[in-house]
């Protein structure tokens, strides 16, 4: 037996950019050994460039960016690094992430740019950073090369929107974990989270603390509420606008809606006002693999993709919406913030009506329109109190007209002339340099005597007057230029030999001709050939290697984002703008859809994980400072530090040495391994130099005495059922046959939520039900 260190490597290096509070875009900077990760890449509602000044200082630095999520939070800024900034490093996401992030990008700027003159990035900069995007499937691991060698990435369900992603990065023999909006539980399209199946004792744990003091409620009461509130309103012959995103969120109401209109055959129209509603919706029918296993059995049994709707109406402008019949509606418009997009003009038109309401399933950034709306919702309004008024800028876009058109035209025609006039300058740059080289190639191949065959300047005549063709280079021509006779002596003999070799009996050069069409008549002299003539080139015909379906998906985005506003329209518009007062006498009401872990999860996931090393983000002070708190007390003597760093402060964490242990071939073949996940364990007793890793217990163990894994109540039950045992939920426990009791352990510190932490206690008489229901317990372990 041989033990040594594996060369500790260098230390990690972790810095905030953005994202430290609660509610803010995510950007975080992760250096291992001088590889440079950037952990999404979020821009907030104002799209302001200022914001961005700490993620543009480290940009050069940057070897690769991981996303997590396809919200603007996550990656709004990946269309300005990459089209404006000039971000060139690589970038992972999963494929949902990709596509859906894309239609979100899309409708933003769509959004803005058809309420002002919004120029931060246009729909070229996002297909450019999308292009850049290298899709991979949950627990698909990509080693990286060059400079990123012996680094490992891995996504893995992370819940909240469709495809996202906990990452782990594997360096060094040790796992580096980003984690941020997970979400336990399992939604209608979306199943829970793998951070607490996938990960124990990382060496790193970046997470956030957003909803670390909030509660959820029960996802049933949450629904019913949601429904009760929008049929009342239906019923009361109002109207109900629902701000949602792009392609996030929205997927899990559509479900949900979708449903009830089904069940209760309703007549109301279920509208989706989206400048990619189309796309999105297909995307979604295409992605039925990343959603839960319960709308791909649908798929599988019923034939029916749950995303082909029957109920939900899909309108991409205003005019497709007012062909609607008049009357109450629902209808789910982009953006959620009110910032921008159809929500915000719906909301001006709606608001003033009691009888309508405005419903939001999901926090508005601070600052926003959306945000000042929902603290109404918050609100108590007193008996004989006015109702709330809001100030709100509402813009749309005009033709021009008049002086103004003629302006714009002729603008626009001094334009195009300018950049023709550079194109060609550039093309005659081109040419000249093109004839130039062509000229020294040939120059050199033939010893210095300029080839005509290889130089478009050379004119082709008959060959008549090749007897009185000669090489200028002797009077004072340009050397290699041909000249007519003058009267003196004809060059060598080879020369004229040579030139002669060159032109076609009969030839003449066509008036007004630009270019021979055949300027390189040896071509055929360096081809390679066989029996059957000339070899072709295969790669001239190849066509990428890509899905006709997935081409002709994105073709039809890209059409709906130029049919949207996207393309230059064929009439010059301009913003017309102009602030209004909006007395909000509609209801409005809030209820929780963002589909994240609630504070008691995330401090039972976390516990459970149980890093090494932890940094918490993204959160309120009082929430992160709470849930550092819970964490240290729960995890002593295993977790060593809780960080919670500020914006732009960088953590230094010393990379702890990775020790091996060589054993021996004879004690190998005496060892039993027993399969857990991914490896392979046993137990083996020896000595060894090894320094102490973890706090000792305080007695030690014997063989048969390690319980590996981790059951669930709801698990033990069904193994309970197959064996024939009989046994029910009470108050938290598992009885069994009537008189064994299951329960969960609670552990040290009091925990105590009876979910995780201690592992499982029976109960109960001996009897033959007692030791026959410990069997079944102890066979969901892996004992050593």
Request: glycine letters at 10%; a negative charge.
């Amino acid at each position: 037996m041989a033990a040594g260190s594996s060369g500790a490597p260098p230390g990690v290096r972790f810095t905030p950019l953005l994202g430290v509070g609660g509610g803010q875009p995510l950007s975080y900077l992760l250096e291992l050994a001088g590889f440079a990760f950037l952990l999404d890449c979020g821009w907030s509602d104002a799209y302001d460039v200022a914001q961005l000044a700490p993620v543009l200082a480290v940009l050069p630095r940057v070897d690769a960016v991981l996303l997590s999520h396809s919200d603007p939070q996550h990656l709004g800024a990946l269309p300005y690094l990459v089209g404006r900034a000039g971000l060139a490093a690589p970038v992972y996401a999963t494929s949902p992430v990709h596509k859906m992030g894309q239609m979100a990008m899309y409708d933003q700027y769509l959004s803005r740019q058809a309420q002002s003159e919004f120029d931060t990035f246009n729909l070229d900069d996002v297909d450019a950073a999308f292009a850049r995007v290298t899709p991979l499937r949950y627990q698909q691991n990509l080693a990286l090369s060059g400079k990123g060698v012996g680094i490992t990435l891995t996504p893995f369900a992370a819940g909240h929107l469709l495809g996202g992603a906990v990452w782990r990065i594997r360096w060094g023999g040790e796992d580096f974990v980003y984690a941020v909006d997970y979400n336990h539980r399992k939604e209608r399209h979306l199943n829970g989270t793998a951070l607490e199946s996938a990960f124990q004792r990382p060496a790193l744990l970046i997470s956030d603390a957003l909803n670390a003091l909030q509660s959820a409620p029960e996802k049933s009461t949450k629904e019913k509420d949601l429904l009760e509130a929008v049929m009342t309103t239906l019923r009361g012959d109002g109207s109900v606008l629902l701000p949602i995103d792009t392609a996030g969120r929205l997927l899990e109401l559509v479900l949900l809606l979708e449903k009830h209109w089904s069940e209760h055959r309703l007549t109301y129209p279920l509208v989706l006002l989206s400048a990619m509603a189309y796309s999105t919706l297909e995307f979604a029918k295409s992605q039925l693999e990343w959603m839960n296993e319960a709308l791909t059995r649908q798929l599988g049994h019923a034939r029916d993709n749950p995303f082909s709707t029957r109920f939900l109406k899909l309108c991409s402008s205003r005019e497709e919406l007012s062909h609607l019949p008049h009357g109450p509606k629902l209808v789910l418009a982009t953006l959620p913030s009110l910032e921008a997009g159809f929500s915000r003009n719906l909301f001006a038109d709606w608001a003033e009506d009691p009888r309508n309401a405005v419903v939001f399933v999901t926090a508005a950034e601070e600052g926003t329109l959306g945000a000042r709306v929902q603290a109404l919702a918050s609100g108590t309004q007193q008996p004989g109190q006015p109702p709330p008024t809001v100030t709100m800028l509402r813009a749309h876009r005009v033709p021009l007209e008049g002086q103004e058109l003629e302006e714009h035209l002729a603008a626009q025609a001094a334009a195009a002339e300018a950049t023709a006039a550079a194109q060609a300058a550039e093309t005659a740059a081109a040419a000249a340099q093109q004839a130039v080289a062509a000229a020294e190639a040939a120059a050199a191949a033939d010893g210095g005597l300029l080839s005509p065959r290889a130089s478009r300047a050379v004119p082709r005549v008959n060959s008549v007057a090749i007897g009185h063709l000669r090489s200028g280079r002797g009077s004072g021509g340009a050397p290699g230029e041909v000249v007519a006779a003058d009267g003196q002596p004809v060059e060598e003999q080879r020369e004229a030999a040579a030139t002669a070799a060159c032109l076609v009996e009969g030839f003449e050069v066509p008036k007004g001709a630009a270019a021979p069409l055949f300027p390189f008549e040896d071509e055929w002299e360096h081809a390679a050939w066989d029996e059957y003539g000339a070899s072709l080139d295969y790669s001239d015909f190849e066509m990428e290697a890509k899905g006709f379906k997935a081409m002709e998906t994105e073709l039809a985005a890209e059409a709906e984002a130029e049919d949207a506003g996207g393309a230059p329209p064929d009439v010059p518009t301009k913003v017309v703008s102009a602030p209004i007062n909006v007395t909000v006498r509609a209801r409005v009401l809030r209820f929780d859809f963002e589909g994240r872990s609630d504070g008691r999860s995330m401090r039972t996931m976390l516990a459970h994980v149980a890093p090494r090393q932890l940094i918490l983000m993204h959160g309120a002070p009082e929430a992160t400072a709470a849930l550092a708190a819970h964490l240290q007390r729960e995890l002593a003597g295993l977790l060593a530090t809780v960080h919670t760093p500020a914006e732009g402060q960088a953590v230094e964490l010393p990379a702890e040495p990775a020790y091996t242990l060589a054993l021996c071939n004879e004690l190998m073949a005496g060892v039993r391994l027993h399969q857990i996940g991914d490896y392979r364990l046993a137990w083996v007793e020896g000595v060894s130099q090894l320094p102490q890793l973890l706090p000792g217990a305080g007695s030690e163990a014997g063989y048969g005495g390690v319980f590996i894994g981790d059951v669930r109540l709801s698990q033990l039950k069904q193994a309970l059922a197959a064996a024939g045992i009989a046994s029910e939920f009470h108050a938290g426990s598992l009885y069994c046959a009537g008189h064994v009791v299951v329960r969960r352990r609670q552990p040290a510190g009091g925990g105590g939520d009876g979910e995780e932490g201690g592992g499982l206690l029976v109960e109960g008489a001996l009897s033959e039900e007692y030791y026959r229901i410990r069997e079944v317990v102890y066979a969901q372990y892996h004992i050593c």
